[in-house]
Structure formats: C-alpha cells, structure tokens
C-alpha cells in the first residue's frame, strides 16, 4: 500500500478495496501513514464520499483499535442513545436513569460540549465531585450494579476515532456525514449494545443544519447498527430553537434533574419519553406501531412520575463520586454572580429564537471551550423565557442572563437581543419545526 496513490484514487473518486483502506488505516494507527497524509484523505471523503464497503471497513478498524464491552451474565438489554448535538439538550441526564429503571443497562460514554453545542460530560461535571473519567472496570461495575454509569471516552475505547477526531477538528473535516457516522457509531458499537436511539438534530443549530444531510447522516447510521445486530432507531428533532428553557452547564444540569423530579419544560419531557419509548420498542420488539409508541410511551411516564428514576440518579452521583444529598437538596447549585435580564422593548410575537448565537454566546462568556481542556464556567448560560409564537407586553422578561461577570453579562445580553426575533403586532408566528420531524428505522 502507497498512501499517497490510495489518497489520488479517493480523491478521483475510485473504490477502494477494503483490505487496501484497511492497510491504510492500520498504518496510521502504527505511525507508518503521516498525519498530513490522513488529513488529505480526509479531505478526498469530503468531496467524495465512502462506499458502503469503505464505510464498514473505516467503522470495524475503528472499534477494533480499541476495547469492545461485553455483558456476560447480564439479565437485562443493554441501550443507549446519542445525541449529534444542540443547543439546551440535557436529555441525556434524564434518559439515562429512566432507562434504568424502565429495566435495561445504559452504559453510556458522552463527549463535552463542541463547537457551539453543548456535552453531557460538561453537565454532568456541573455536580461538584461527579466524576465521568473512570476506568473500564470500575465503569462496568457501576452499570452491572445501578443500571447505568455515565463517563466519558478513555483511551481504551476507539482510539483511532479519537485521533481522527482531533485531527478533523483542525483541518474543516468535521460535519462530514459518512466521518460522523463512523465516528459516532464506533465509540457505540465500542458499548456492547442491543439497542441504539439516534437524536439527529435539524435546524439552524445542529452540526448538520440542513434536513437532507441531518437524513442522510441517520439513515447511514442506522445502516451501520442494524448490519452489526445494533436495533437502532433514528429521530430527526427539532434545533431550530434551544431544547427547554436553559443553555448552559450548570443551568442545563439544574433542569435535567427539574424534569427527573416530574417537572420541567414541557418539550423536554416530551423527547425524554419518546426517545425512552422507542428504545421499547427497539429492545423488546413485539408492540409497534402507534399504539405501541403511545404504550411505550405511557409507560415511561408511569415510571419518570413514580420518582424511582432520581433516586436511581442520585444512586450514580455517589457511585461517582458527587454528593448525593447536595443534589436532592439543589444545594450543589451555585448561581452565576451577574443574573440580567432582557426585557421586549416593545410589544409583538416571537418569530424565533436562535439557538447557535446562544451556544456561541455561552463559549464567549466562559462556559464552553476553545482550546482542549480548557477549564470552563459552568454556572454562565441562559434562561431563554420567550418561546416562538408567544404574544408579548413591552416590558416583559425575555431572557434571563447568567454570566461571571459585566462585561460577559454584556456579551449576553448581546447575543440573546440577536437571538430573540419579535414582529410588532399580534399576528405572525414564523415556521417553528415540530420537535420530531421525522423517524427512521430499518
Ligand atoms: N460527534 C462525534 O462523536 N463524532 C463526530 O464526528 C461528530 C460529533
């Protein structure tokens, strides 16, 4: 293998056989292929795209550069979900503990925020003492005792995807359909997993803002599980707007445990469910169709109001090193020194809320990264009270601004009267995306 004619041949658009990309791969793992190489190739899959072929064989050397989980003994399907990542989404913090206690084992490994959107691990590090860098062992423990544990990517699993990703990240390869499928989809196939949820986000503040690669990026991923014996479902949501009221760590964490309480904002909830509910029907398969989501779904809410999800949470945050009783208490909580607040200068609708000048706005006051492992602020972010199509006074609170400090309280307010659109008047209520625009499954 050459690499510099296996980089011609993809860049002409010519397939590759999969054992010469296997070559390829394996010698840049061992140091024999150079970085300037492997961002080249990169760049061909850009304008190129993979093969069906290609795709398996990037995904399989993935998973295999590392370990791969196993549940032996396990009474219970093992489930997860993944996020391609937005603006106010926290759902996995609830899901994860219902799923536990709907009766399966969520061994779930997250990333931190990236780019504008922000990560679970972020959020969960948001509760003082919660620690999400554990090793393999200990990880399997906690989900062979709780349920569920929640960390982030070691070293062990998918270490090329790791390398990949860091080298994307610095040379535009980035929202790339057939490298986010590959990347996302072998750190989970790294779990061990029966079944798979895929929230694709669409609308202006998802990686993939545009519906027909946000489709293309689900229908790839579901391929890529379902060929691996991976019940996976795909769910194209709604990030045209921030998911809930919050944005940012601390505020985001807060909200999370609100909705594991019962309570919360209404949309939020709503994902929870649904997303709990299909992975149902995808781990125990036997009821489909719409009556079999609305009894999936009825289900997962029995469970979520009963209470038993938080205590199971709380059960984690000590396994993990947290403080429980700070967190049933809300005492973990510390509020940001600077709370401002946007008001509506005059009278009208909402016509939207931008969600990626928000997500920006919260990198630029602190709260999310733009170096690696930068430390950040957890308690700066936003409370977004306007939702599109509600009526407003002159005067009324539109967002609430959270910051460190003046100047950053400045720097949000900035961006929150960017991201708020109002229209004079009581009529016009823009196009609003439904929260699920669109399912997809094998
Ligand atoms: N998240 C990942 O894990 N990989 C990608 O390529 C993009 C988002």
């Known amino acids: ?75 219970r399907p093992v489930v997860d979900k993944h996020s391609t990542g ?53 990880f399997n423990r906690i989900v062979r005792k709780l349920g569920l544990g929640m960390i982030g990517q070691t070293a ?63 229908e790839l991923m579901v391929r890529l599980g379902e060929g691996r014996g991976i019940r996976t479902v795909a769910l194209l949501t709604a990030m045209d707007r921030p998911l809930g ?65 938080m205590e199971r949470f709380l059960r984690l945050v000590e396994a993990q090193g947290g403080d429980p009783v700070a967190v049933e208490s809300g005492a973990w909580f510390t509020r940001a020194p600077v709370v401002d607040v946007l008001e509506a200068s005059e009278a009208g609708t909402v016509t939207g809320v931008e969600p990626r000048g928000l997500g920006e706005a919260v990198v630029a006051m602190g709260g999310g990264r733009t170096a690696l492992d930068q430390e950040i602020d957890a308690r700066v972010g936003f409370r977004v009270l306007a939702t599109p199509g509600q009526v407003l006074q002159r005067g009324q609170a539109l967002v609430e601004i959270h910051a460190a400090s003046p100047e950053g309280a400045e720097l949000g307010r900035e961006a929150a009267e960017k991201s708020i659109a109002v229209a004079p008047g009581g009529a016009g209520s823009g196009e609003a995306l439904p929260l699920v625009v669109e399912r997809i499954g094998a």
């Open 1 to 75: 293998m050459i690499p510099q004619q296996l980089i011609s041949r993809k860049r002409d658009g010519l397939a590759l056989a999969p054992d010469e990309l296997r070559a390829f791969l394996r010698g840049y793992v061992a140091g024999e292929v150079a970085e300037y190489q492997m961002a080249a190739f990169l760049m061909a899959v850009v304008f190129q795209g993979l093969s069906d072929p290609e795709l398996s064989e990037l995904l399989d050397v993935m998973v295999s550069s590392g370990a791969v989980l196993d549940w032996p003994g396990l009474d």
């Open 86 to 138: 937005g603006v106010g989404d926290k759902v996995s913090l609830a899901l994860a503990p219902l799923l536990a206690e709907v009766g399966f084992a969520v061994p779930m490994i997250s990333g931190r925020g990236l780019g504008h959107t922000g990560g679970t691990l972020d959020k969960l590090e948001a509760l003082p003492g919660f620690r999400t860098a554990l090793p393999l062992d200990e």
């Open 156 to 218: 062990e699993i998918a270490p090329l995807d790791r390398r990949l990703y860091d080298l994307r990240n610095v040379t535009g390869t980035v929202p790339v359909p057939p490298l986010m499928a590959t990347s996302i989809m072998s750190k989970k196939m790294a779990e061990g997993l029966d079944a798979l949820l895929l929230d694709v986000k669409v609308g202006s503040g998802a990686f993939l803002p545009d519906p027909g690669a946000a489709r293309r990026l689900a």
């Open 245 to 309: 009221e919050t944005v940012g760590n601390a505020l985001e964490t807060r909200e999370a445990l609100d909705c594991l309480r019962g309570g919360g904002p209404g949309d939020l909830r709503e994902l929870v469910l649904r997303q709990a509910a299909e992975l149902v029907l995808a781990a125990e398969p036997g009821a489909s169709g719409p009556d079999g989501l609305r009894a999936a779904m009825a289900r997962a809410e029995e469970v979520l109001d009963s209470g038993r999800p």
